[in-house]
């Protein structure tokens, strides 16, 4: 057969593609119509009271997701029941008479009495295209592409109540459109994806990526993680910077290891935040390391780390007696994470550190946390003492 295909703009309404399929063999043909346009933004529903021979008459688009009812037979064509179809109210109420009867000379042998009953529906189906009392024809679509002819136009049909609303998650899942619970805004849509940009990798300059994600730390804040891969040389290194402002106080945070499940303990140290531990004395200034989000072991790891890939303290340059200290330090370090006892102290100007509470939102027996007024240093080493954040615009000049 052959399929023509007619694209199309209904006056007052939008393009609509009309496709129609014939068979010179049988002489069995068909039509369709389809959209030309997107899925809109809402649905829309038409209510059209009939009540003459020229209301039958008005030009129909149905497209195949929309529904028909007829409400004072209890009648409806239910969505997806149908192609998409250019027709008249008439032609609809024709379509279905003709669904109808299709099955009824089965039905009759079957099941004689469901086939009685549908004849009279038929028959009521017919009575109404003679219009003898009104009668209400009400086309729903949720794709908002079907329409209903005002003849009137462009001004208003006071037969026709034309209705816009917002789909249902359900309608929009049966139109295949992603079902979101509520409209999330920027800062919704950045935590749930991963950002990456093109940057050059620290050790070898050569092209690499690097992913950043927003992550929100329970009973916290957010952070934000950054991690660079390269693949020339293999390099890998991440960061951790705080999502918020810097905290009105310093925070000073200060844990008692007594068990070894104290090393499975979140830590978020921001690249202000010092670490101390007093019975190795050994403190970690602000920056060493950077910001890190890990484990209190990963934390003790990366302090292990530092100290062994520093030349100057364990390589060649080293003198033995500096070595032996610094083995013994490992050491020490090393029954921390095992079962010796020690504290662990956290102090952070910024306020922007965090160590697990495993008891929240309950108190923690080895975990206290304390808030301080920072000193003018404290402050100088933020850069917040030249920062003004009132009554910074410029004076205007004043009138002569």
Known sequence: ??????????PFFKEIIVSSFSCDSCSWSNTEIQSA????????????AVTSRQDMNREVVKTDCASARIPELDFEIPAFSQKGVLTTIEGIIDRAVAGLEQDQP???????????KIDEFIGKLRQLKEVNSPFTFILDDPSGNSFVENPHAPQRDEALVVTHYRRSPQQS??????????LPDAAEDLRDEVLQFNTNCPECNAPASTNMKVVQIPHFKEVIIMATNCDSCGHRTNEVKSGGAIEPQGTRITLRITDPSDMTRDILKAETCSV???ELEFELGMGALGGKFTTLEGLLKDIRDLVEKNPFTLGDSS???R???LQEFIGKLQDVKGKAQAHFIMDDPAGNSYLQNVYAPEEDPELSVQRYERT???????GLNDMKTEGYEPEAPSGR
Do not use: H
Not at 173 to 182: N, T, Y
Not at 376 to 382: C, G, Y
């Open 319 to 321: 003198t033995p007696s």
């Open 376 to 382: 003018f240093e404290q402050n100088e080493d933020l």
């Open 276 to 278: 101390e531990i007093p």
């Open 173 to 182: 899942a049966m139109l295949g459109l992603e079902v979101d619970a509520k």
């Open 323 to 325: 070595t032996g200290k």
């Open 1 to 10: 057969g052959v399929t023509r295909l007619l694209l199309t703009r209904i």
């Open 106 to 116: 089965t039905r009759r042998v079957a099941d004689k009495e469901v086939a009685r």
């Open 37 to 48: 346009g997107r899925i809109q933004e809402q649905g829309v529903r038409y209510a059209l």
